[in-house]
């Protein structure tokens, strides 16, 4: 293959996309394993996450369930967006991140996302883009939002 052949599955560069641009990632569902290697890696050993028992019928908790912790959410949703941006993102340059309910083993989440703002670098060779994102559950909750501005390569 000596001649230039597109590669499948390149991100949105910056020139494909325009404020108001939306749309919605494929959906996953977290499961007792995530949690559990998600706690083992980052030390998240609050009680809430990291003990099971009557995690479903204590009747003191706030929570029922298996609550999993904002950081995996927010980790699930980046790994959802990650086609959005293969070969195309430069650099994640800051966001803001604001649970809005709690989120359960067993629950599927996916992510809705707008273009919020659309600007090229002082250079002109790259842009930033930033975006409003939703994660939301099975029953159309809302569960996390957060604003990312992205620098994206160009074409």
Known sequence: MSEAVPVVGRGFAFEDLRVGFRFRTHRRTIVE???????????????????????????????????????????????????????????????????KAPTLVGDTLHVESEVTEHRLTSKGDRGLVRFANRVVNQRGEVVLEYNPLRLLKRK
């Open 33 to 99: 394993s995530d949690l559990a290697a998600f706690i083992n890696l980052t030390w998240f050993t609050e009680e809430l996450f990291a003990v099971e028992e009557n995690a479903t019928d204590d009747a003191s908790r706030a929570i029922k369930g298996r609550a999993v912790p904002g950081a995996l959410v927010y980790a699930f949703a980046e790994g959802l967006l990650l086609p959005t941006m293969q070969d195309t993102g430069l650099a994640f340059l800051s966001a803001t991140i604001d649970v």
